[in-house]
């Protein structure tokens, strides 16, 4: 009987310690994975493309590395800075493709309150060169270029494009603007710019009613979507400045 107990009994003895060396195996290794994965720092995967990489890393660079803002093109840019004595400095960049011999000038129309603007101190730049200033005609000026010309510069002052009502707030006013240049081209667009001072509000009455709120502050300035020519007339209302920028 107790040989045959012994016997009956070994089998067990054994198997009980083929378990415990495989639980023990198991522990041993998955220690040393567990070892191996805190103690070394995650790496990017090497097969990504040139550029590309893990989601939850954030890109290199600080958040003020984004390119600037550029103006909108436009076939002519207008920079309005209105001054203390209510006078508007005027500066207009026009560009012309294809290039042209002539330029068609027309000041802004008279307010309901106001006499029409005057403009003052008119001078022209065609691709850098100084262009003589002809007489107006009916109120415009039919400038002669000395070449065909791509680029033409604009800048003058402007009288009687602002409006001061009584009962408005101290510097409150009204600007009446659109540009002086009237390019050929039945696409033409206009971007108008108004810097140096508080615009409270800005409308192109000429355009369909959904468009009419047309500018927005950039930076120091406010600016206006791209305007088709014809329909290229600002008001805007400000608070004029008390002192004038350094020119």
């Not at 016997?7 to 040393?32: D, F, Q, S």
């Not at 108004?194 to 369909?208: A, H, S």
């Amino acid at each position: 009987m107790d040989g045959q107990s012994r016997l009956a009994g070994e089998p067990v003895v054994w198997r009980v310690a083929a378990v415990l060396a495989v639980l023990a195996i198991n522990v041993a290794v998955l220690w040393v994975v567990v070892f191996r994965d805190t103690a070394s720092p995650p790496t990017e995967p090497t097969n990504l493309p040139t550029g590309a990489r893990m989601v939850d890393q954030p890109p290199s660079g600080s958040a003020g590395s984004f390119p600037e803002r550029v103006p909108p093109e436009a076939d002519v840019m207008v920079t309005v800075t209105p001054s203390t004595s209510r006078t508007l400095t005027v500066v207009e960049r026009v560009r012309a493709a294809p290039r042209v011999r002539r330029l068609l000038l027309s000041p802004p129309s008279a307010s309901t309150r106001e006499p029409a603007p005057r403009v003052l101190d008119l001078a022209i730049l065609a691709d850098g060169e100084t262009v003589a200033v002809p007489g107006p005609a009916g109120g415009r000026w039919l400038v002669a270029l000395p070449r065909r010309t791509a680029s033409v510069v604009l800048s003058y002052r402007l009288e009687g494009a602002v409006e001061r009502r009584p009962s408005a707030p101290d510097q409150r006013a009204m600007l009446h603007l659109s540009p002086l240049a009237s390019p050929a081209a039945a696409d033409a667009s206009v971007v108008l710019e108004i810097q140096g001072v508080t615009v409270r509000n800005l409308v192109c009455p000429d355009r369909p009613l959904p468009d009419q709120l047309c500018g927005r502050s950039d930076g120091d300035r406010w600016r206006t979507s791209p305007l088709p020519v014809g329909e290229a007339t600002v008001i805007a209302q400000v608070d004029l400045p008390t002192v004038d920028l350094p020119t």
